[in-house]
């Protein structure tokens, strides 16, 4: 009954593009008869998580939200969904997302939009929940799930986090395993978590993460104990105050809540020092390219032969075949990015827009690697604004991108990064601060996040 209660939520919301009660059945099921065997529950015991449909999941449809996948069922398990199987979680569904989780409100999906579960005080315009992990985000923050899996390339774990009032944080460059996971721009594709508290971050993010020698760029590093060294006490911690993130055409309420943010942190001990960060201006460009670039050769691979859809019409050769199946498989946003992409990648323009880009990803990295000389973590909003209402910004992709002005800064340099709720705005919706650590140092940024939810 319950589940049924659930379901009905969530397609109100359109969270879920499957659902999977058996799966989240049987790890409940399972942990009954370890209790009683007296063995050990595992980190995730039972707990029934969503998915983001990004992930194979073996024998489940995995979609990436698009029409050219639809109805292909991995004979494969990515490494960080089995991980979360043997931790003992379960599955309930897979989770909706933007398309390819190209976007920022859940709105570039193949299967409709999501919904976020909150609504501005005194009105019913459906809300956006974020994207690209808007399903995850929506389900989470309507209690429908406990938790559930994240992607981020450029804020799609934090930005939805953020407009949902939820923890969600994306570790270090290679801490997941990207082995399985529907590739964007492999070069800044992370998976993380999206729970309702830091504590739960910290202990589904040790079930998720890990080395794996299927991905090439994953860290050979253990996996520490983050929930056993959760610490809000932040004595001797300095937090850096990024001057240049005082950009025009954030909101005032966020400027307040970056505000309330420092009091807090510095309630828990912390000394609050400000910091430069001099080429973020070209942070939000240089990610428009680097990611495109990666994405139009990631999807090169949806020809019509190898997965889901194929559009064969009557008499068509091979490039016809090729033409026809990716476009009626692929939304707009993902054609958009293709033929940036392309573009970007062209003999002609690769020295004066990828090259370019590349160049300016070093420089962030090295302002970061410059910033933490002087501070152990980075405050800073997550968003510019709070969620708006769907359809507000649909038929601008450059707002759009806009959303991620305070996100990709930290995806270009690999850095972990995490959104947890400060508080609600005079609508009534949520607002979320972000905390960018040092590489490896996902500790770190638990850890102020713990002084501020
Ligand atoms: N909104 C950004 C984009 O559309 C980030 C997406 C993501 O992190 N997957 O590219």
Redesign the pocket.
Known sequence: DAFNTAVAAASELNAFIVTTPDHATAAADAVDARREKGEDLGKMGGVPIGMKDLFATKGVQTTAASHILEGFTPQYESTVSQNLWDAGAGMLGKLNL?QF????SNETSYFGNVSSPWKKDGTNAAMSPG???GGSSSAVSARIAPAATG???????R?PAAFTGICGIKPTYGRCSRWGVVA??SS??QAGPMARSVEDCAIMLEAMAGFDPKDSTSLQMDVPGWEAGLDADLKGKKIGIPKEYRMDGTDEEILKSWEQGKEWLRDAGAEIVDISLPHTKYALPA??IV?PAEASSNLARYDGVRYGLRDLPDGAGLQDMYAATRAAGFGD?VKR?ILIGTYVLSAGFYDAYYTQAQKIRTLISQDFSAAFGECDAILAPTTPTASFPLGENQDDPLA??L??VF??PA?LAGLPAMSVPAMLNADGLPLGLQIVGKPFDEQGVLNAGLAIQ
């Open positions: 933007d989780a190209m976007g920022s994207g690209s992990s992607t981020d390339t450029g804020g799609s774990i930005q964007f721009a800044l594709d990610y428009y990611a946003e990015r759009m991108y959303n991620d996100a990709v995806s």
